[in-house]
């Protein structure tokens, strides 16, 4: 199975500031990843697919980069509606996996 | 628009059996995958199994075999099955709609929640 490292588990940042989440694959994806944020309670929503590929009607705050086994997701201008836990989903084989996921919070 | 909504027992015994029903909206079963997807309170996501748009499934082997997936196209629904539970089988199950050409789920279902109970 392909394991996926995420960090880091917990982040708290200023509105309007920019953070970094990333997701190590355990071998070569190939880009076949995808980013999703759940908020309490909810269900994920897909943010990104192919590693920065914006899914449409996601604010163009949220860009994700990298290739191989390391990939990233950045937000720009950290807004109050952005609170939520991210994560990161593989998809090059099975079975699918996720990394365990950022807390983000505002400071 | 495309929606997906599992319903299900809040409370299973330790031991019984897990069903879950997922009933879909604005597409169609035989052109689209859905699988089931797992998490325990505040934990990650686990991916389960795969009902496949020709009516094909997939497992996760870490459920060996206990986990059944099925479906009823005439009425849009997708079962889960699970026996055997255990507490912590104890978790929010999703069903989700897998995007046509990659592997990444683009539509989910709220979700239910199930406690196995000693």
């Known amino acids: 199975d392909i394991r996926m490292t995420q960090s880091p588990a917990s982040l708290s940042a200023s509105l309007g500031e920019t953070v970094n989440i990333e997701c190590l694959a355990s071998e070569d994806i190939y880009s076949d990843l995808a980013w999703y944020q759940q908020k309490p309670g909810k269900s994920p929503q897909l943010l990104i697919y192919n590693a920065n590929s914006l899914q449409n009607g996601v604010p163009s705050r949220f860009s994700g980069s990298g290739s191989g086994t390391q990939y990233s997701l950045k937000i720009n201008s950290l807004q109050s509606e952005d609170v939520a836990t991210y994560f990161c989903?593989?998809?090059?084989?099975?079975?699918?996996?996720f990394g365990s996921g950022t807390k983000l919070e505002i400071k | 628009q495309v929606q997906l909504k599992e319903t299900g027992p809040d409370l299973v015994q330790l031991t019984q059996t897990l069903s879950i029903t997922c009933t879909v909206s604005g597409f169609s079963l035989t052109t689209y995958n859905v699988h089931w997807v797992r998490q325990p309170p505040g934990k990650g996501l686990e991916w389960m199994g795969a009902?496949?748009?020709?009516?094909?499934?997939d497992y996760n082997s870490a459920f060996k075999s206990r986990l059944s997936i099925s479906r009823d196209t005439s009425k849009s629904q997708v079962f889960l099955k699970m026996n055997s539970l255990q507490t912590d089988d104890t978790a929010k199950y999703f069903c989700a709609r897998l995007e046509p050409y990659y592997w990444y789920f683009d539509f989910w279902g709220p979700g239910t929640m199930v406690t196995v109970s000693s």
């Open positions: 009902m496949w748009n020709g009516g094909g499934t």
């Open positions: 989903q593989q998809y090059n084989n099975y079975p699918l996996t």
